[in-house]
């Protein structure tokens, strides 16, 4: 009887192939790549949106509470609302709840560069608009911030700002300028950037802020320059990095580095299917140097002279832990995000301020249903599994044979299987 159902193919069929867990990044793209548009692109490049993320998020003020809600209707998926509130922890210091909110619309959901927002906030009450829009087919885009309520409007910044600007993939330039000047002259700034092959340059002209003189381009303190080499197409399964150096106002010298690697690690889940043998964590890590070249000394000689170096490992779609260290203070952070929806991301940070010898606590709590919280499994599309590799599981030749999968399709820009989390942010410079 056994022989006869094998004839049919009941006991012979053929096993599943492997398969290697593929988390979402915790967020991917981060809320601050959704309004990249409305500054220059000179300020995004050479790592740094990559290093303020890294710096930056889910590190929670201390002596602090700190909430944020993001919604998404299911009614119209082109909108959502980001509320935050924060509240000291501490009842000596008396400082009032201070509580925020961002209405977003976007024309694209794969496209954030066409989008429109209204922001309101109890803490300097103010209610902003911001606008951009953007012509892929053309390259060109034009974006406006505009304060529409505000307490004190003392800067021409204060009364809007407006800019255009063009991008490619080789080439981004653009200027921003004030629409409503205080005084006869109207402060601009100015930037262009290309990138030829691994090799990235970027130049912003840009005033002291506050500076009321003519416009004068062959004073060297308005000016700034970049240089950069890196690798990498923006998606979360590519690895990659990027170095540079950036003179700021003859003044500044930074220096910035910052890794992204993707490796693979044994899963022993006894919740998981047997085929399922591996999991792909995200690495992160970067630094940044800067000194003062000029010789003057101001009063903060910390912030002239300073660094820092921060790391993070996401082990799964559930933990992050991350690390960050300077000459007077470090930080970690541990977040747990839950795998219902909407998704709950709980987070505890620890400074230790060694100039005073105290270490403080702060904790966050974020609501979403923007983001899919859910795993990705393996595909032959964009995840290859080589079995003599160290970090994959042990037995994968002996229970599946040597059948690895195929080759990834990150290189050749085939983004079209893969899941919005894990497309690049955007092809434009």
């Not at 002259?185 to 950037?193: L, M, Q, R, Y």
Request: aromatic share 12%; glycine share 8%; net charge positive.
């Amino acid at each position: 009887m056994g022989n006869h159902l094998a004839g049919f193919g009941f006991w012979n069929k053929e096993p599943p192939p492997p398969m290697v867990l593929v988390p979402p990044i915790f967020d991917f793209p981060p809320l601050t790549a959704r309004t990249r548009m409305l500054v220059p692109a000179y300020d995004l490049l050479f790592g740094k949106l990559a290093l303020r993320c890294l710096f930056e998020d889910y590190f929670e003020k201390t002596r602090q509470l700190n909430t944020m809600i993001m919604l998404k209707p299911l009614e119209d998926p082109h909108v959502d609302l980001v509320a935050t509130v924060s509240g000291s922890l501490d009842r000596k210091t008396g400082e009032n709840v201070v509580g925020n909110a961002l209405f977003r619309w976007q024309r694209d959901l794969d496209d954030p560069h066409t989008f429109m927002d209204i922001f309101i906030s109890t803490n300097d009450p103010i209610l902003r608009l911001r606008s951009c829009a953007y012509y892929p087919k053309f390259g060109f885009g034009a974006f406006g911030i505009f304060p529409m309520l505000s307490a004190n409007r003392l800067q021409p910044e204060d009364y809007g700002v407006m800019g255009l600007r063009y991008g490619s993939e080789k080439l981004s330039f653009g200027a921003m300028f004030m629409p409503f000047p205080v005084s006869r002259e109207t402060p601009i700034s100015a930037w262009v950037v290309g990138r030829t092959g691994r090799l990235s340059l970027g130049v912003k002209y840009d005033p002291p802020n506050g500076s009321r003189r003519p416009m004068n381009f062959k004073d060297l303190k308005s000016w700034s320059c970049a240089i950069g080499y890196g690798l990498g197409l923006g998606s979360p399964l590519s690895p990659s990095f990027n170095f540079s150096l950036e003179l700021v106002k003859q003044s500044q010298l930074i220096a910035s580095f910052y890794q992204h690697v993707v490796v693979q690690r044994r899963v022993n889940n006894p919740f998981e299917e047997n085929q399922v043998v591996g999991i792909t964590n995200y690495i992160d890590f970067g630094f940044e140097l800067t000194t003062r070249i000029n010789g003057e000394k101001s009063a903060s000689t910390v912030d002239d002279s300073s660094f820092q170096i921060a790391a993070s490992w996401q082990a799964n779609k559930n933990l992050l832990l991350k690390g960050k260290t300077g000459p007077s203070s470090s930080a970690i952070t541990l977040a747990f995000k839950s795998w219902w929806k909407p998704s709950f991301t709980f987070s505890i940070t620890a400074i230790n301020d060694r100039l005073i010898g105290m270490t403080s606590y702060g904790f966050g709590i974020r609501v979403e249903n923007i983001r899919e919280p859910s795993y990705q499994r393996a595909d032959p599309n964009y995840v290859m599994l080589t079995p003599n590799k160290e970090h994959l599981a042990e037995g994968v030749l002996r229970d599946f044979g040597k059948r690895p999968m195929f080759q990834s399709e990150i290189n050749s820009g085939n983004y079209d299987q893969l899941p919005r989390e894990l497309k690049p942010i955007g092809k434009i410079f």
